[in-house]
């Protein structure tokens, strides 16, 4: 019998050679605000519209963190696409979130004509010189021929060891040429296993341990199995069990191992445990400057034992000396310790007392006036579906539902470890897109949601219907904070001027709420979810009360006996 030939290859534009290469490597959605330099890729995509979906996006920053979202849920690579110039630098905000969350993601940017490269033409920009501190790589195809070849190492470089981000620049006349080029698929690769003398060490330090705590990192690299499996050696082993800044995703936080979060705003009494410990099990952490309380917590030089569990070596032991580094990948080390148990810990006294400073912290004080954000969140907590998704901005607003909130198994948290404002709500729309039967709720200051709030568009165009709840205490609250901490009663540049939210969203078709006491925040929520559409929550605070454990006037007194 004739062996069958495959079928002959057609020639491609370049344009359409890149959207089958995003097609060949899994991509399942991409987010992109359109731009003159890449009509060529959209018209790709246009050929591709049933096996990939263009998301357009308001504003490029949003596009790249609905894409950063998308991977930190999936697990995927979050593709995004952006023009040239103007285009790429908004779009740099989103690809340093990308690169300090450790998300594998790849950026495509429209470029500017080969042959004018060096005029400073028209939105020129030399990218690999503007994003290599930002990236994994950069690179440029001018090529394409080398389109399948540059765009699946783009992918395997943005998956392996730490995930981060890689940019790649598509000239323009790049994409209108013809090319005959077989597509590339991703490529199989086993993942790094932990060495078994590694895991046995490991265990046997554990044994002599007094005082361990265990703190818990990573994000898009987890899958949901292996979770499950390091929750199951952590909770078997009693292990106290912290998670790293903005990690919540990592351990249910309804567990008695849980003892709170490791980063900004971290609870005094942890950190002074994690101080007091005699041995830190950091699994996926970096152990960077939020987790290590500014690069205070611990001797670098190796005074406390350090277990760092990491799927890059390059990251262990940059920062602190550990007795023991593990290279692996994090589900491969959670598959191979699940089953594990120290014959007799002597940490049983330990984890309780730290469970129950934990415990402690998440007690709701009095705070005055008629809202007490604290019993509100909680009772919120009460009534959210089991496997809600939560996506949050960066500012003071985050230490309430961080303190007073507890993350459960099948829920998700994502939040930007970089502090980058503006993430929350086109996170909470990508979120959304990705997962559109599941709950998803937005926690944002009034700050953070008009930066990057005009993604709502995004959402309406797209049917999709985050809950978008916006802590409106009129002003930049994390800045106030510590400008009252240095220059008390000079308050300078950080007022805001704020929209009513509930009209502000009402104005596009959506549901619009205000909150402004205790009981009020449950029925709003219920509102809005049975209303099907895009919703804002406005939670009127008090702006005295600038964070959960001062007001303006306790600081200004602590300020003065300075």
Known sequence: MA???????????????????LVAQGASHVFAVPGESYLDLLDG????????????????????????????????????VVTRGPGACHASIGVHIAHQDSTPLVLLVGQIPVEETDRETFQEVDYRKMFAPLAKW????????????????????????????????????MQKRLATVPD???????????????????????????????????GAGWTAEGRKAIQKFLVNNKLPVAVAFRRQSNFDGTSDNYV?????????????????????LAIGTRIGEPVSQG????????????????????????????????????????AAVKGLKVSKPGWGAWTKELRASRLAQAEPQEYDGPLNLARALQALEKVLPEDTVFTCDAGNFATWPNRFMHVRQKQDFLGPTNGAMGYGIPAAIGAKIVAPEREVICFVGDGGALMTGQEIATAFHHKVNPII??????QYGTIRMYQERAYPERVSGTQLTNPDFARFIEAFGGHGEVVEATDELVPAYKRASASGKPAIIEVRMNPEQVTNRATV?????????K
């Open 3 to 21: 062996k069958q030939q495959a079928p002959a290859l057609e020639p491609r534009t370049g344009g359409q050679i890149l959207a089958d290469a």
């Open 45 to 80: 995509l246009f050929a591709n519209r049933n096996r990939i979906n263009l998301i357009t996006c308001r504003f490029e920053a949003g596009a790249v963190n609905m894409a950063e979202a998308h991977a930190k849920l999936t697990g995927e690579v979050g593709v995004a």
């Open 138 to 173: 950069v690179t440029q195809i001018d090529d394409e021929k080398r389109i399948p070849e540059l765009i699946a190492h783009a992918f395997d470089v943005a998956r392996s060891g730490r995930p981060g981000p890689v940019v790649v620049a598509i000239s323009e006349e």
């Open 184 to 218: 590339i698929g991703p490529a199989v690769v086993t993942p790094p296993y932990p060495a078994p003398e590694a895991i046995e060490a490991m265990m046997k330090m554990l044994g002599k341990a007094k005082r361990p705590l265990a703190v818990i990192g990573g």
């Open 260 to 280: 709170g979060d490791l980063g900004v705003g971290a609870d005094a009494a942890l950190v002074q445990h994690a101080r007091d410990s005699d041995l830190i």
């Open 295 to 334: 690069y205070t917590l611990f001797d670098m030089a190796g005074a406390k034992p350090i277990i760092h569990i990491y799927p890059d070596q390059a990251e262990i032991g940059r920062v602190y000396r550990p007795a023991l580094g593990i290279t692996t990948d994090l589900n491969a080390f959670a």
């Open 469 to 474: 709840m916006v802590f409106n205490n009129g």
């Open 553 to 561: 006037a306790q600081l200004r007194a602590q300020a003065k006996k």
